[in-house]
Structures are given as structure tokens and as C-alpha cells.
């Protein structure tokens, strides 16, 4: 996993409340057997007039104008706005895949649904969340400022805005360390080989139909 | 100390160690794979020279894309084709113990061939990579979906790392009338909640009316706690669990069965058990639901009209609802018995069942599909559900009414194989979701019950089914 400390980055935005992983990728692209090139059908069906099937080069296909990622001034942006309950829906992992492939490495919403926050983690990518007012700030600030960027520090916990005004967010201790550390969580769990098989050997002793 | 709830119970009894900051490694009972969320996941483990940990904890099957059409012999897409392929070669491999290929009859939806099993059971903590994994709950079972990362982390070391959630109690009190059913219970609680309402909570469903329903109406209440945000929902083991369990293929028997049992007893909140937080709902004032939008919180009674974006005050809800309304193509105000139909979904892991089957056939019974509907489909949940039902002649009543009577699997609850709606087209879908494209781009979604769709099929629109 790509590891995750500071990030300096061009801000977009999709300001929708309850964007869910269909949109963020739709099924057709869950097809796939593998784990990458989901980036150019992230949001296909806001993104593009058409309608995209997989393995299909997505260089030709005719861009919506009205989708705000399609924007040049969002070109090339890292860091991505959204409003409550983002990757609400399927656990879908692919919806991550997307984000990550499309560029995107940190996403600030007011919150998040459960299932895409730890799938973000798995993958280098970044949920924070920050209340409802400094959303809005940070919106219209996005809104109003082309080319607009922000600081992510991880070790820190801070988002700092061009002008300086640092707000801070909350983040689980072991994540932010498997982050910070590009971690295989696998590999960590084994270390812990051990335990789990003092813990299996005791169930099956006590719950011996779970192991039937 | 204040008593513990379900969750705490299930929680404890699977921690294999925590970390400072309350990361806990939770053990994991059983693993249900489908064809969509674990190609990667077995691919890592090759890539990594890593073993399933425990093999015979998996039961896998292919469901998402599995064509529909009655015997079929291939899938013809080919993308489609080679993800089912690929789970059957990854269980070839594998050597996996429980794998239900095409063909094979127990072979269904994960989350309705793993109860019909018994291989979900009190007790147990189960995943899947699928957010529809909570369905299990409905056992007095730990149940949630994952992500595809976690699909692997649970086959490398049948464990997972999560963090405690907080507890949620909806309690829903009283009796439902005639013509409710689970599915209104739950698109009624998401409608109060909200789909945001249970993020970061497991639920518990408790108090009379969800003790009162079957175990497959408690299935359809659990299966749709992720569409109030919750990864899992749970319902206390009591009798109606007990006597589902019995005799499943997977379950205990004879002397084993009687230990699981005893302790099977204990799965329910303590009197004096604590929740962050509790809500309640008067089952008598809950009437059969339709959804007008593109989120299960947009929802109404049958006998009320699409709402007015004009008349909600937060200007992020008016908006989305706004476009919701554009998408469904339809204006604030309209009766929800105008919307007219141009297919009928029945089917999906919320409302697949046996139970949901004989409740729509009840309604149907003698008469005919209308004729200005383009399609009504019937797709059991399972091989095994399609089998009973047609013993018990539901396939006639369907069938002789003008619906189609498939194979088991997803089929239009995604659109993920040829069963689709066109853009612009209404739908009665006794699914989970009406998210934009979701049974096709530019489909209109509207969940219901079994019974509502099956009104609604004979009706060509959405009808009062307490009335019809
Ligand atoms: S029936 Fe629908 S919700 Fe259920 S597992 Fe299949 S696709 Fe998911």
C-alpha cells in the first residue's frame, strides 16, 4: 500500500449529499477481475453521456459538460469535497479503487459510510472527516478560488487552507500508523498467529458446532 | 454494571486481542463468498503465497451474475462468464469444502442460501464481500459486510480488525395491520431514521412486532439495516430462530445440537443491557410503503403523494430531493397509486424467499398481469426456494398470470447479468435499493413489498394492497 503523510493537492468537489458507491462506480464495471484501471470510469454515468461497458477505452467517449469533475480547473486533483454519508451503499471496494486510480487520495466529508471509510484504509486513501460549517467554508472557498489547495498533514492531523487556517481532524491511532507506514494489515494480523490459534482452540472447545 | 446487549455479547465472545486504542482482532466464524468481491482477494493470496486459514469456514457461490433465464446452459457475456469462472477455478484450487456452482440446487443468493443452510447460525460472526451481510443478523448473528481487502484479510487469517460500534435499539412496538410486512417495517424505520441514521451503530430490531414476524420476515428487516447505515442489524434467538435452525444441513445435531441450543438462549439483550441510543415506531401506524426517490429514505405511504421539495427547509435535502425528482420523472404532489409501472421485480436477497413467494402468489392468485407492463419477474432466491415454491404450485399462479419465472440469483436487483430496466422505465422492485442506475442506467426504482408488487403488477400502477 502507498504509504500516506502530507499531501499537498488541488481540491475538487461533488457537493451531493448521500453519493453512493453505484455512482461512484456502476456495476458493470465490477466485473472486472482485477484491482486497477477503474480511474477512467469513476462516476461513469455522471461523467459521460454514454454508456460505458468495461474494457472499453473511455479516451473517445463523449464528456458530460455538466459534471463538475469534468471542469478543467479540476484536472489533476487530489483531494476531493463531498457532502454526508459519502460511499454510502455496496461494500464495494472498487469504488475506492476508483477514486485512488482517478487520482484522488483524500476525501473530506462530513461523514462517511462505514464500509467505504475502511475500505479507504486499505488503500492509501484518506477519509476525513470535518463539521458541517467548515464544509461549507471550505466549499465555497473551492467554489470561488480556481486552482485552490489544500494541505493534508496525517502525523499531524491538520487540513491547512492556502491562507494559513489549520483545522484539525480525528483519526483512529492504528489506522493513521498503517497509513503513515504503507502497512499490509495481513501481515500484521499473522504476527499475532498465535493468539488466534489459542483463541480457536478454546472455542472449539467450547462452540465445537462452529467448526463443523 | 449495567447488563449487556446482543452486541456486546457477540462482540466479547470473538475478540482475540485489542489493541490500546480499542482496535480489536475479531474472530471470524463463517466467510461467504460470491463471484464479485473475491477475485482480488484470491489473487492476494497467490500473489502472497498465503493459505486460507480455515477452509472449511468458507461457502461460496456464484449469484450476482448468473443469468436468470429458465436452463440456461451459459453465461453469454463474456465478462461476465469469466468472473464466474474465475470463482469456480479459485475454489478448484482451493479445494473449498462449500462451494455451490451453477447447476448445483442449494446454489442461490449468498445471504438466502446461507440460512436455508444453516450455515449462518446463532451465535456466529460472519462476513461477506457484500453489504447486504447484516441479512444474517436476523440468527441472533454477528453479520456485516466488507470490503474486498477484508474479503483477504479474512481468508489469510479468519480474522478481521474492526473497531466496537455503538448500539442502536429500534424498537418497533405494537402489531402491524393487515397487508404489512417486514419489507414496510424497515423501509418505515429507514424513513424515520433516515440513511445516515445508523452510521457508526450495530442495530438491534426488538419489541413486539419484529418478535412476531417469521425468520424470513426478520431476514428482509436485518437485510436492509445497511440501508439505514448500519453494517449490522441483529434480532434476539428466540423459539421462531430455534425451530428455523433445526434440522438446516450446516446445523449441530443430536447431542451438539442441544449444547448449541442452551447456549443459543443467552443471545439476546439483558434487561438492564445499555444503548447509545434507542429509538421506537408504533407498528400499528406503519401502512404498506412505496419509495419516489433515489435514496430508501424517500420514502411514503402508498396512500400519500410524492412529497414537495418546496416545503423541506435544509437546502442539502431539498436539493438532493429536487434531483431525485428529475431523475424519477415525477412531479411534488402526485398520488403515489398514479405512478404508472412499466416492469415488476420480485425477487433479491431482501425479499427472495419462501414466505415473500406465497405472499405475492396470495395476491396474484386467478388473476393477470396488466397489460400495458412491458415485464413482471419473478427470480427466487435460491434453487431450493424455486423448488418448494414449485411444489407448492407458485410458479403456476406466477406463471398463468403473466409473469416469467426464472432462475435463482440477483438478476435485476443490480442489472448485473441481462435482466435490466431501460432508461426512463418505472419499476416495482421488491429489492434494497432505488439508487440512480442501479437496475439499469436510467431506471426508475421503486421498493416495496413482495404483496405491493404483486398489486402493482396486476394494477399496471401502485395500488393500496390493503384495499385491493
Ligand atoms: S440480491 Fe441484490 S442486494 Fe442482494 S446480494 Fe444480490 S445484488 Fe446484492
Redesign the interface.
Known amino acids: 500500500m502507498k504509504p500516506f503523510t502530507r499531501l499537498d493537492g488541488l481540491v475538487a468537489m461533488v457537493d451531493r449529499a448521500n453519493i453512493d458507491t453505484d455512482a461512484i462506480i456502476p456495476k458493470q464495471f465490477l466485473k472486472s477481475i482485477k484491482r486497477s484501471g477503474f480511474g477512467p470510469n469513476l462516476f461513469d454515468e455522471w461523467r459521460y453521456l454514454d454508456h460505458g461497458e468495461p474494457d472499453q477505452d473511455c479516451s473517445g467517449r463523449p464528456l458530460n459538460p455538466d459534471f463538475i469533475l469534468n471542469q478543467p480547473r479540476y484536472q489533476g486533483a487530489s483531494i476531493l469535497l463531498a457532502r454526508e454519508n459519502f460511499g454510502c451503499g455496496s461494500s464495494r471496494e472498487h469504488a475506492v479503487w476508483a477514486l485512488e486510480n482517478f487520482g484522488i487520495r483524500c476525501v473530506i466529508a462530513p461523514s462517511f459510510a462505514d464500509i467505504f471509510f475502511n475500505n479507504c484504509f486499505k488503500n492509501g486513501v484518506l477519509p476525513l472527516c470535518l463539521p458541517v460549517e467548515t464544509m461549507d467554508r471550505l466549499f465555497a472557498a473551492v467554489e470561488g478560488t480556481p486552482g485552490y489547495r489544500l494541505v493534508v498533514d496525517l502525523p499531524a492531523q491538520t487540513v491547512t487552507t492556502p491562507d494559513g487556517t489549520a483545522f484539525a481532524f480525528e483519526v483512529d491511532q492504528s489506522r493513521k500508523q498503517c497509513l503513515i507506514n504503507g502497512w499490509d494489515d495481513i501481515g500484521l494480523t499473522l504476527r499475532h498467529a498465535e493468539e488466534i490459534r489459542s483463541y480457536e482452540a478454546q472455542r472449539r472447545v467450547a462452540a465445537p458446532w462452529l467448526f463443523a | 454494571m449495567a447488563g449487556k446487549t446482543l452486541y456486546d455479547k457477540l462482540w466479547d465472545a470473538h475478540v ?2 485489542t ?3 480499542g ?1 480489536a ?1 475479531l ?1 471470524i ?1 463463517r466467510h461467504l463468498v460470491h463471484e ?2 473475491s ?2 482477494a484470491f ?1 492476494g493470496l497467490r500473489l ?1 503465497g ?1 493459505q486460507p ?2 477452509r ?1 469456514s468458507i461457502v461460496a457461490m456464484p449469484d ?2 448468473t443469468p436468470t433465464d429458465p436452463g440456461f446452459t451459459r453465461i453469454d ?1 463474456p ?2 462468464r ?2 464466474v469462472e ?1 470463482l469456480d477455478a479459485n475454489a478448484r484450487e482451493l479445494d473449498l469444502p462449500s462451494y455451490f456452482p451453477i447447476g448445483d440446487l442449494r446454489r442461490g443468493i449468498v445471504h438466502v442460501a446461507g440460512p436455508e443452510q444453516g450455515a449462518t ?1 446463532p ?2 460472526t460472519v462476513v461477506c ?3 447486504h ?1 447484516a441479512t444474517h443478523g436476523a440468527l441472533g448473528a454477528l453479520a456485516f ?6 474479503v ?2 479474512v481468508m ?4 478481521l ?1 474492526q ?1 466496537k ?1 455503538k448500539t442502536l435499539l429500534i424498537r418497533v412496538d405494537g402489531a402491524v395491520g393487515p397487508g404489512v410486512t417486514a419489507k414496510d417495517i424497515i423501509l418505515a424505520i429507514i424513513g424515520h431514521i433516515g ?2 441514521g445508523g ?2 451503530y450495530a442495530i438491534e430490531f426488538g419489541g413486539s412486532a419484529i418478535q412476531a414476524l417469521s425468520m424470513e420476515g426478520r431476514l428482509t428487516v436485518c437485510n436492509m439495516a ?1 440501508e439505514a ?3 449490522a442489524g441483529m434480532v434476539a434467538v428466540d423459539d421462531t430462530t430455534i425451530a428455523y435452525v433445526k434440522d438446516r444441513p ?3 445435531k443430536d447431542e ?2 442441544e ?2 441450543v442452551a ?1 443459543w438462549r443467552e443471545l439476546h439483550s439483558d434487561p438492564d443491557a445499555v444503548f447509545d441510543r434507542v429509538v421506537t415506531l408504533d407498528a400499528a401506524a406503519i401502512k404498506p410503503q412505496v419509495t419516489w426517490g433515489t ?1 430508501p429514505e424517500m420514502v411514503v405511504a402508498v396512500d400519500q403523494a410524492v412529497p414537495d421539495p418546496a416545503q423541506e427547509a435544509d437546502a ?2 431539498r ?2 430531493m429536487e ?1 431525485a425528482l428529475q431523475y424519477m420523472g415525477l412531479q411534488p404532489n402526485t398520488p403515489m397509486t398514479a405512478i404508472m409501472l412499466d416492469r415488476v421485480f420480485i425477487g433479491s436477497c431482501t425479499n427472495g424467499r419462501i414466505e415473500d413467494l406465497r405472499a405475492a402468489a396470495a395476491v396474484i392468485q386467478g388473476r393477470k398481469v396488466a397489460s400495458s407492463l412491458k415485464q413482471a419477474l419473478v427470480v427466487p432466491g435460491s434453487g431450493l426456494v424455486k423448488q418448494q415454491a414449485e411444489a407448492e404450485g407458485l410458479d403456476q399462479v406466477f406463471t398463468a398470470a403473466g409473469f416469467e419465472w426464472r432462475e435463482p440469483g440477483c438478476s435485476m436487483c ?3 447479468n441481462a435482466d435490466r430496466l431501460l432508461p426512463g422505465e418505472h419499476c416495482a422492485a421488491t429489492s434494497n ?1 432505488n ?4 437496475q439499469g ?1 436510467g431506471g426508475r426504482t421503486h421498493l416495496v413489498s413482495p404483496a405491493m408488487a404483486a398489486a402493482a403488477a396486476l394494477a399496471g400502477h401502485f395500488v393500496d394492497v390493503r384495499t385491493f
Open positions: 482475540v486481542r489493541e490500546a486504542d482496535t482482532l474472530y466464524d464479485v468481491t477475485p482480488q489473487e502472497t498465503r486459514w480455515r472449511n450476482h451474475n457475456d465478462v461476465s469469466t468472473q474465475t447460525l451465535g456466529m464481500g457484500d453489504s451481510t459486510g466488507v470490503g474486498t481487502s477484508e483477504e484479510h489469510a487469517t479468519q480474522c480488525i473497531k460500534s440513511t445516515a452510521t457508526g445497511i447505515g448500519a453494517r450446516f446445523a449441530p451438539l445440537w449444547r448449541a447456549a435514496s442539502t435535502k436539493a438532493g434531483r443490480l442489472a448485473m435499493r439508487f440512480e442506475g442501479r442506467q
